[in-house]
């Protein structure tokens, strides 16, 4: 019995030693290759090292829950930019089943207002504690099938966790079955609808299926999961985010409660999304500058659109605009050239400045994008931060995110 408990003590040390040599994945989306037990650090940096090998930045953390060890290619905070990437490695490697994981507080929604006075380190506290716990995340051992194909070279050497399969007499949506689905986003104060896309994730592994367009019927697969729960998240920009629970071998169990109604052609899920309010801070995760420059690239337009809509919908809404770069550097800076907000030429006015400048003209060109579109100035305020408050050390793989503007919500 002595010998029992020993060896329960020693396998707890050497999962707590374990964890703490490996470090948590950072908020956001990562596009995950292989899939380890704690007690196989060993294994999971042999497969690292092989995946680098080939040619990809392969990093390693702990689950959620600090019960697996992913070994991941790619790290972002754009889901877009996170699937694509996955789709490119199932494409043109061996990783045919590389997926996408999601963390479990996801840095799109921030309550901390610093006061200008505030302390640096109060400041970087709250950062790191800033995103409303997404709750979508129940991380448990990934399916026997998931880490023998994700780590084929390793597959051998990887331990496999029991699974169990609900038997298919039980299910209502046929086994071969796709259920079709139409995503319903609407402003919940005039009833408009909304443009975007919905994120389908599978809520037993907390990994990203696939994104849906809102308004039209769409084709979801079976999970193959073991409970075919799903979780349905709308987190469009200048709206506050709504996740659903869907079973989808049991979708209409609880329609009342999660607003799906049935149709002919398929079912239709409603969200009424609500905006912003007072205090709320988000970043435009899809507002991106040419280099060294306050000109925003082309496809930052729909987002800073959607601003401007918001900003028409609700005359009293008051915002302020917080420019953040990477590092506190001085450098060249590149402006905007009279109304050109969205493109660069050899006309655009070339200086040098601090980092603080920098991120001041960035927030700025968004400023006078919105008075360009008819908003008065005086609902607006900026905030330069320069390289004060990244999220992300600056030399690291993650530093373009540091890179980046958000709006707070002052009045409304």
Do not use: C
């Not at 006075?117 to 099938?145: F, R, W, Y």
Request: hydrophobic share 35%.
């Amino acid at each position: 019995m002595k010998i029992k408990y020993l060896l329960i003590v020693i396998g707890s040390l050497v999962s707590l030693s374990v964890k703490s040599q490996t470090t948590n994945i950072p908020p956001g989306y990562a596009v995950v290759v292989g899939a380890y037990s704690v007690n196989q650090q060993g294994l999971a940096n042999k497969f690292k090292k092989h995946v680098n090998n080939l040619g990809y930045k392969a990093e390693s953390g702990l689950s959620s829950r600090g019960t697996l060890i992913f070994v991941y290619t790619d790290h972002t905070q754009n889901f877009k930019e996170a699937l694509t990437k996955m789709r490119d490695l199932r494409g043109q490697t061996d990783f045919q089943d590389a997926w996408v994981h999601v963390s479990t507080a996801h840095s799109g929604e921030v309550t901390h207002k610093k006061a200008e006075n505030e302390p640096e380190e109060v400041t970087k506290a709250a950062q790191s504690n800033k995103a409303e716990p997404m709750e979508i995340v129940k991380v448990e051992p990934v399916a026997t099938n998931d880490i023998e194909e994700v780590s084929p070279v390793l597959k051998e050497e990887v331990e496999q966790p029991d699974v169990t399969v609900q038997p298919e007499e039980e299910l209502v949506v046929e086994k071969d079955d796709r259920f079709n689905v139409l995503f319903n986003l609407v402003n919940a104060v005039n009833n408009e609808p909304i443009q975007g896309e919905v994120q389908i994730i599978d809520s037993e592994r907390s990994k990203l299926l696939e994104t849906a367009e809102s308004g039209k019927f769409t084709p979801i697969d079976d999970p193959k999961n073991r409970t075919g729960e799903l979780i349905i998240l709308a987190d469009i920009f200048g709206f506050r985010k709504l996740q659903k629970e869907l079973n989808y071998y049991k979708p209409f169990e609880y329609a009342a409660d999660i607003g799906l109604d049935s149709t002919e052609n398929g079912a239709v899920l409603n969200f009424n999304l609500v905006r912003y309010h007072i205090g709320d801070i988000v970043t435009m995760y899809n507002v991106f500058f040419f280099k060294d420059a306050a000109v925003m690239r082309p496809e930052s337009k729909y987002e800073v659109l959607s601003l401007l809509e918001m900003l028409n919908e609700n005359k009293d809404l008051k915002i302020k605009i917080h420019g953040h770069v990477n590092g506190n550097n001085a450098g060249p800076i590149i402006s905007v050239e009279g109304n050109n907000f969205f493109s660069l030429s050899d006309n655009n006015p070339k200086g040098f400045g601090s980092a603080k400048e920098l991120s001041k003209q960035r927030a700025e060109v968004i400023r006078d994008f919105l008075i360009d579109n008819g908003i008065s100035p005086d609902r607006m305020e900026i905030k330069a931060w320069g390289g004060k408050r990244m999220l992300y050390d600056k030399n690291s793989t993650q530093a373009k995110y540091n890179v980046r503007v958000e709006i707070e919500i002052l009045e409304e």
